[in-house]
């Protein structure tokens, strides 16, 4: 069955894993570095490479058989890329310009999640991002449960995490950030057996 459930937001730095069926894992370039530089995941899952200064690549090196190649740069001008992983297997890459001064990665897929069970991310927004005291989850639902909405910090820290009930259809639920310090969050609702990562959100000063 698919569930719609959507996301928006914007810039990011660490990782963030957190377990689901279909979850976005973050990996952040710090100097000549990949942060986390080994991750385990699931397959189904997005790995999101995040830049934060300087000329980088991330480059497939060896990858499992049936998966798909990538190489893309991570600039100031392509701060993030996105890879959804199809195949189980471990997954070498590096920063070209940079592999020879240790700047290498990897990931290793396990499960067998079928790309059709992964959550449409592209009916889900938040606004206003970035926000101040308030924003607004917006997604669509095919169906009506109870659902928990956490938030994490770049570490992976929950800081808050509500219950609120999910109706079919188009719904909008109230994020109350104004207790949260000033920086860059994401946004999990679970429901309906189901989980997501709704992107990154800012929370301005």
Same mark, same amino acid.
């Given at each position: 069955?698919?569930?719609?459930?959507?996301?928006?937001?914007?810039?990011?730095?660490?990782?963030?894993?957190?377990?689901?069926?279909?979850?976005?894992?973050?990996?952040?370039?710090?100097?000549?570095? @990949?942060?986390?530089?080994?991750?385990?995941?699931?397959?189904?899952?997005?790995?999101?490479?995040?830049?934060?200064?300087?000329?980088?690549?991330?480059?497939?090196?060896?990858?499992?058989?049936?998966?798909?190649?990538?190489?893309?740069?991570?600039?100031?001008?392509?701060?993030? @890329?996105?890879?959804?992983?199809?195949?189980?297997?471990?997954?070498?890459?590096?920063?070209?310009?940079?592999?020879?001064?240790?700047?290498?990665?990897?990931?290793?897929?396990?499960?067998?999640?079928?790309?059709?069970?992964?959550?449409?991310?592209?009916?889900?927004?938040?606004?206003?991002?970035?926000?101040?005291?308030?924003?607004?989850?917006?997604?669509?639902?095919?169906?009506?449960?109870?659902?928990?909405?956490?938030?994490?910090?770049?570490?992976?820290?929950?800081?808050?995490?509500?219950?609120?009930?999910?109706?079919?259809?188009?719904?909008?639920?109230?994020?109350?950030?104004?207790?949260?310090?000033?920086?860059?969050? @994401?946004?999990?609702?679970?429901?309906?057996?189901?989980?997501?990562?709704?992107?990154? @959100?800012?929370?301005?000063?």
């Amino acid at each position: 069955m698919k569930r719609n459930i959507l996301i928006l937001i914007s810039v990011a730095l660490l990782l963030v894993t957190l377990s689901a069926k279909a979850t976005i894992v973050v990996i952040t370039q710090q100097d000549l570095t @990949f942060n986390p530089a080994t991750v385990s995941v699931t397959v189904g899952d997005t790995i999101r490479w995040v830049w934060t200064a300087g000329d980088h690549t991330t480059t497939s090196a060896t990858i499992p058989a049936g998966a798909a190649a990538w190489d893309s740069p991570l600039t100031s001008t392509t701060r993030e @890329f996105d890879y959804v992983v199809t195949v189980e297997g471990t997954y070498n890459y590096v920063c070209t310009p940079h592999a020879l001064a240790g700047m290498v990665g990897s990931f290793t897929a396990t499960g067998t999640l079928g790309i059709g069970d992964r959550i449409d991310m592209s009916s889900v927004k938040i606004y206003p991002n970035p926000a101040k005291d308030r924003a607004v989850l917006v997604f669509s639902a095919d169906e009506a449960s109870i659902g928990h909405l956490s938030i994490y910090d770049l570490l992976g820290t929950q800081v808050s995490t509500i219950e609120v009930p999910v109706k079919y259809g188009t719904n909008n639920i109230n994020l109350q950030v104004s207790n949260i310090n000033p920086g860059i969050y @994401f946004v999990e609702l679970k429901y309906a057996n189901q989980s997501a990562i709704v992107r990154r @959100f800012v929370k301005s000063r």
